[in-house]
Protein backbone atom coordinates (compact mmCIF):
# COMPACT_ATOMS: atom_id res chain seq x y z
CA UNK A 1 0.00 0.00 0.00
CA UNK A 2 1.20 3.61 -0.94
CA UNK A 3 2.54 5.68 1.83
CA UNK A 4 0.29 8.65 2.25
CA UNK A 5 1.48 11.83 1.49
CA UNK A 6 0.49 13.55 5.15
CA UNK A 7 2.46 10.95 6.85
CA UNK A 8 5.48 12.54 4.81
CA UNK A 9 8.28 13.55 7.57
CA UNK A 10 10.23 16.68 6.61
CA UNK A 11 13.42 16.85 8.17
CA UNK A 12 13.58 21.09 8.90
CA UNK A 13 17.21 20.51 10.17
CA UNK A 14 18.44 20.01 6.98
CA UNK A 15 16.74 22.52 5.56
CA UNK A 16 18.30 25.16 7.84
CA UNK A 17 21.68 23.86 7.39
CA UNK A 18 21.51 24.11 3.39
CA UNK A 19 20.01 27.37 3.69
CA UNK A 20 23.10 28.71 6.32
CA UNK A 21 25.84 26.88 3.82
CA UNK A 22 24.04 29.11 1.32
CA UNK A 23 24.48 32.30 3.33
CA UNK A 24 28.10 31.12 4.18
CA UNK A 25 29.02 30.88 0.85
CA UNK A 26 27.30 33.99 -0.23
CA UNK A 27 29.38 36.13 2.42
CA UNK A 28 32.70 34.73 1.69
CA UNK A 29 32.09 35.22 -1.89
CA UNK A 30 31.47 39.30 -1.40
CA UNK A 31 34.38 39.77 0.34
CA UNK A 32 36.68 37.41 -1.88
CA UNK A 33 34.89 40.18 -4.73
CA UNK A 34 35.52 43.03 -2.37
CA UNK A 35 39.33 41.94 -2.10
CA UNK A 36 39.52 41.33 -6.42
CA UNK A 37 37.90 44.26 -7.75
CA UNK A 38 38.56 48.27 -7.15
CA UNK A 39 34.92 49.27 -6.43
CA UNK A 40 31.88 48.18 -4.94
CA UNK A 41 28.42 49.65 -6.42
CA UNK A 42 25.52 49.29 -4.21
CA UNK A 43 22.28 49.32 -6.94
CA UNK A 44 18.78 49.43 -7.01
CA UNK A 45 16.16 47.98 -9.16
CA UNK A 46 12.98 48.87 -10.07
CA UNK A 47 10.03 45.98 -11.79
CA UNK A 48 12.71 43.49 -10.67
CA UNK A 49 12.79 40.92 -13.51
CA UNK A 50 15.28 37.68 -13.30
CA UNK A 51 15.81 37.68 -17.11
CA UNK A 52 17.02 40.85 -17.41
CA UNK A 53 19.66 40.34 -14.42
CA UNK A 54 20.91 37.62 -15.82
CA UNK A 55 20.99 39.21 -18.69
CA UNK A 56 23.20 41.57 -16.94
CA UNK A 57 25.66 39.35 -15.20
CA UNK A 58 26.30 37.72 -18.90
CA UNK A 59 27.18 41.49 -20.02
CA UNK A 60 29.70 42.61 -17.02
CA UNK A 61 30.88 38.63 -16.42
CA UNK A 62 34.33 39.75 -17.81
CA UNK A 63 35.23 42.11 -15.68
CA UNK A 64 32.51 42.28 -12.94
CA UNK A 65 30.69 40.33 -10.28
CA UNK A 66 26.51 40.76 -9.64
CA UNK A 67 25.39 39.81 -6.23
CA UNK A 68 21.48 40.05 -5.55
CA UNK A 69 19.26 39.67 -2.58
CA UNK A 70 20.42 38.16 0.50
CA UNK A 71 20.66 41.99 1.45
CA UNK A 72 21.48 40.90 5.30
CA UNK A 73 24.21 38.38 4.25
CA UNK A 74 25.85 40.77 1.94
CA UNK A 75 25.55 43.96 4.29
CA UNK A 76 27.36 41.70 7.47
CA UNK A 77 30.14 40.68 4.67
CA UNK A 78 30.80 44.05 4.02
CA UNK A 79 31.28 44.94 7.57
CA UNK A 80 28.62 47.01 9.61
CA UNK A 81 30.33 48.86 11.75
CA UNK A 82 33.91 49.87 11.65
CA UNK A 83 34.93 47.41 13.72
CA UNK A 84 33.43 44.70 11.77
CA UNK A 85 34.19 45.92 7.97
CA UNK A 86 36.08 43.93 5.79
CA UNK A 87 37.91 46.93 4.23
CA UNK A 88 38.49 50.43 5.55
CA UNK A 89 35.15 52.28 5.47
CA UNK A 90 33.18 50.14 3.20
CA UNK A 91 31.14 49.74 5.83
CA UNK A 92 29.25 53.12 5.15
CA UNK A 93 27.92 51.15 2.16
CA UNK A 94 26.07 48.74 4.51
CA UNK A 95 23.22 51.13 5.46
CA UNK A 96 21.90 50.89 1.45
CA UNK A 97 21.54 47.18 1.63
CA UNK A 98 17.86 47.06 2.05
CA UNK A 99 14.98 46.39 -0.35
CA UNK A 100 14.97 45.85 -3.46
CA UNK A 101 19.49 46.24 -4.19
CA UNK A 102 22.64 44.06 -4.90
CA UNK A 103 25.74 44.96 -5.30
CA UNK A 104 28.48 45.16 -8.15
CA UNK A 105 31.86 44.60 -7.92
CA UNK A 106 33.98 46.13 -11.06
CA UNK A 107 37.16 47.40 -11.97
CA UNK A 108 35.06 49.90 -14.46
CA UNK A 109 35.09 53.45 -13.41
CA UNK A 110 32.54 54.60 -11.93
CA UNK A 111 31.91 57.25 -14.61
CA UNK A 112 31.47 54.24 -17.59
CA UNK A 113 29.10 52.71 -14.73
CA UNK A 114 27.06 55.48 -14.40
CA UNK A 115 26.68 56.66 -17.93
CA UNK A 116 25.44 53.08 -18.57
CA UNK A 117 22.65 52.50 -16.50
CA UNK A 118 21.59 55.81 -16.94
CA UNK A 119 20.52 54.68 -20.23
CA UNK A 120 19.60 51.53 -19.53
CA UNK A 121 16.01 50.15 -19.18
CA UNK A 122 14.07 47.33 -20.44
CA UNK A 123 10.35 47.53 -20.96
CA UNK A 124 8.29 44.37 -19.54
CA UNK A 125 4.66 43.52 -19.34
CA UNK A 126 3.40 45.01 -15.69
CA UNK A 127 2.26 43.03 -12.63
CA UNK A 128 0.23 43.85 -10.15
CA UNK A 129 0.58 47.09 -7.68
CA UNK A 130 2.06 48.65 -10.82
CA UNK A 131 1.41 52.52 -11.38
CA UNK A 132 -0.17 52.56 -15.02
CA UNK A 133 2.25 55.18 -17.15
CA UNK A 134 -1.03 55.74 -19.06
CA UNK A 135 -4.73 55.30 -19.59
CA UNK A 136 -5.96 52.96 -22.08
CA UNK A 137 -9.24 51.76 -22.98
CA UNK A 138 -10.61 49.49 -25.63
CA UNK A 139 -12.90 50.89 -28.09
CA UNK A 140 -16.55 49.41 -28.23
CA UNK A 141 -17.17 47.26 -31.20
CA UNK A 142 -15.41 44.50 -32.21
CA UNK A 143 -12.34 43.71 -29.48
CA UNK A 144 -9.08 43.63 -32.01
CA UNK A 145 -6.06 42.01 -30.66
CA UNK A 146 -4.14 45.14 -29.90
CA UNK A 147 -7.15 46.98 -28.25
CA UNK A 148 -7.42 49.87 -30.42
CA UNK A 149 -3.26 50.43 -30.42
CA UNK A 150 -3.17 49.83 -34.30
CA UNK A 151 -5.06 50.72 -37.60
CA UNK A 152 -7.70 48.18 -37.87
CA UNK A 153 -6.50 47.27 -41.75
CA UNK A 154 -3.71 46.39 -39.70
CA UNK A 155 -5.16 44.28 -36.81
CA UNK A 156 -7.04 41.52 -36.53
CA UNK A 157 -9.97 40.62 -34.16
CA UNK A 158 -9.53 38.48 -31.14
CA UNK A 159 -10.47 34.94 -30.93
CA UNK A 160 -13.81 33.64 -29.53
CA UNK A 161 -12.54 31.38 -27.60
CA UNK A 162 -11.05 34.32 -25.58
CA UNK A 163 -14.33 35.85 -24.63
CA UNK A 164 -14.64 34.03 -21.16
CA UNK A 165 -11.29 34.85 -20.38
CA UNK A 166 -11.59 38.17 -20.69
CA UNK A 167 -15.12 38.74 -19.07
CA UNK A 168 -13.14 36.43 -16.16
CA UNK A 169 -11.03 39.50 -16.39
CA UNK A 170 -14.05 41.91 -15.93
CA UNK A 171 -14.44 43.17 -19.12
CA UNK A 172 -18.22 42.94 -19.97
CA UNK A 173 -17.74 41.54 -23.53
CA UNK A 174 -19.95 39.48 -25.61
CA UNK A 175 -20.37 37.26 -28.86
CA UNK A 176 -21.52 39.12 -31.54
CA UNK A 177 -21.94 36.31 -34.90
CA UNK A 178 -18.75 34.69 -33.65
CA UNK A 179 -17.15 38.30 -32.60
CA UNK A 180 -15.83 39.48 -29.39
CA UNK A 181 -17.85 42.59 -29.20
CA UNK A 182 -18.23 45.55 -26.24
CA UNK A 183 -21.24 47.51 -26.02
CA UNK A 184 -19.49 50.94 -24.88
CA UNK A 185 -15.29 51.51 -24.36
CA UNK A 186 -13.59 49.60 -21.42
CA UNK A 187 -11.25 51.75 -19.56
CA UNK A 188 -8.55 49.02 -18.62
CA UNK A 189 -6.45 51.63 -16.87
CA UNK A 190 -5.89 55.15 -15.48
CA UNK A 191 -2.52 56.76 -15.65
CA UNK A 192 -0.95 57.44 -11.94
CA UNK A 193 -3.14 54.46 -10.45
CA UNK A 194 -1.78 51.35 -9.38
CA UNK A 195 -3.34 48.21 -11.18
CA UNK A 196 -4.47 44.70 -10.30
CA UNK A 197 -4.18 41.77 -11.15
CA UNK A 198 -7.46 41.64 -13.62
CA UNK A 199 -5.70 44.93 -15.54
CA UNK A 200 -2.39 43.80 -15.98
CA UNK A 201 -3.58 40.13 -17.45
CA UNK A 202 -5.42 42.61 -20.19
CA UNK A 203 -2.71 45.10 -21.15
CA UNK A 204 -0.59 41.68 -21.33
CA UNK A 205 -3.52 40.12 -23.40
CA UNK A 206 -3.22 43.56 -25.62
CA UNK A 207 0.58 43.70 -25.79
CA UNK A 208 0.36 46.59 -23.56
CA UNK A 209 4.03 46.69 -21.94
CA UNK A 210 4.00 49.30 -18.74
CA UNK A 211 6.98 47.93 -16.68
CA UNK A 212 10.19 49.92 -17.27
CA UNK A 213 13.08 47.56 -15.85
CA UNK A 214 15.61 50.23 -14.27
CA UNK A 215 19.01 49.77 -12.73
CA UNK A 216 19.97 52.91 -10.44
CA UNK A 217 23.46 53.08 -8.41
CA UNK A 218 22.73 54.34 -5.09
CA UNK A 219 26.40 54.46 -3.73
CA UNK A 220 29.81 52.79 -4.01
CA UNK A 221 32.94 52.14 -2.66
CA UNK A 222 36.24 53.11 -3.92
CA UNK A 223 39.33 50.92 -3.22
CA UNK A 224 42.24 53.45 -4.13
CA UNK A 225 40.96 55.82 -2.35
CA UNK A 226 38.82 53.51 0.82
CA UNK A 227 35.60 55.62 0.68
CA UNK A 228 32.20 55.81 -0.20
CA UNK A 229 30.85 57.81 -2.58
CA UNK A 230 26.71 58.84 -2.70
CA UNK A 231 25.12 58.70 -6.16
CA UNK A 232 21.83 61.85 -6.29
Not at 100 to 107: A, D, E, I, T, Y
Request: hydrophobic residues 40%; proline residues 4%; charged residues 25%.
Amino acid sequence: MPKSKRAKVVHMSKVEKKGKELSTKTFAAVQEAADQYQYCFVFSVDNMRNTYLKDLRQEFADNSRIFFGKTKVMAKALGLTPEEEHLPNIHELARHLSGNVGLLFSNQQPADILSYFEDYVQTDFARAGVIATRDFTVPDGVVYSTGGETALEEDVPLPHSLEPTLRKWGMPTRLNKGKVTLDAPYEVCKEGKAMNSNQTALLKMFGIAMADFKIQILAYYSAAEQQVTEVE
